[in-house]
């Protein structure tokens, strides 16, 4: 595991990881039935990720945003603040004062042109972040919202059902897939301005 992140939740992703191990072990000890259900448990998460990751990625993009807020606010104590790690932060900082000088409806309108993969500089400089820097972004953003520097999230807002059905479903899952699939979903978003 990446990261100094404590997990309420990391055995269920250990003892997976230690399935498929057992699985390729050429121990005859397992039964074909064992190597089965291990097989099926395995491909039924990974399906679970992949259509909440398609759900996701076909909402609105205003309902792309509300449900990375409510995964924050329903994931908030699982991340330790340490976690997404200031080191990691540091790539982003340029960025993230750009951010905090902007007016609120201006944030809102960054965060669209995010999600909405609109080309800007401010897509272009958050493209060539990695995986978990993008995570740790949109982590601090969240932060920042709660201290009232981020536009706030308006406290009537109301998600599709696609949507309501995407958060329903990443509450079902650990930790660990919890974070494949925000992986997946916020390396889509913005611009690589390095890819063809
Ligand atoms: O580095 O008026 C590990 C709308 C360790 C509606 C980690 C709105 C390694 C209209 C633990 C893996 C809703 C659009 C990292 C307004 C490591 C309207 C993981 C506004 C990084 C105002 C980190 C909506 C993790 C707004 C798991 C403003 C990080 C929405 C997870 C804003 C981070 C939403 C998450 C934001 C961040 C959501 C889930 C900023 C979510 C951020």
Redesign the pocket.
């Known amino acids: 595991m ?2 100094k ?1 404590t997990y309420k939740q990391s055995l269920p992703i250990i003892n997976s990881s230690l399935r498929n191990l057992q699985v390729m072990v050429p121990d005859m000890s397992f039964s074909t039935d064992s190597i089965r259900n291990s097989f099926n448990y395995n491909n039924q998460l990974i399906d679970a990720v992949n259509s909440t990751v398609k759900v996701f990625k076909n909402l609105s993009v ?1 309902d792309q ?2 449900v ?2 409510f ?2 606010t329903e ?1 908030g104590n699982s ?1 330790t603040p340490a ?3 200031a080191a ?1 932060l540091q790539l982003a900082e340029g960025l993230l004062n750009q951010i905090k000088q902007m007016s609120h409806s201006e944030q ?1 309108q960054m ?2 042109d995010l999600a909405a993969k609109k080309n800007n500089q401010i897509s272009r400089s958050y493209g060539i972040l990695s995986a ?1 820097t993008k ?2 972004f ?2 601090e ?2 932060e920042l ?1 709660v201290k009232g520097l ?5 406290f009537n ?1 109301q998600l599709s059902r696609d949507g309501a059905q995407v958060l329903e479903s990443i509450k079902q899952l650990d930790f660990g897939q919890q ?1 494949t699939i ?1 992986r997946k979903v916020v390396t889509d978003m913005g611009v690589d301005p390095l890819a063809d």
């Open positions: 990446e990261g992140a205003d945003l509300a990375l807020w995964a924050y994931m991340i976690a997404p790690g990691r809102l965060m669209r978990n995570l740790a949109w982590y953003l969240s919202m981020v536009i706030p999230m308006p807002y974070i925000l």
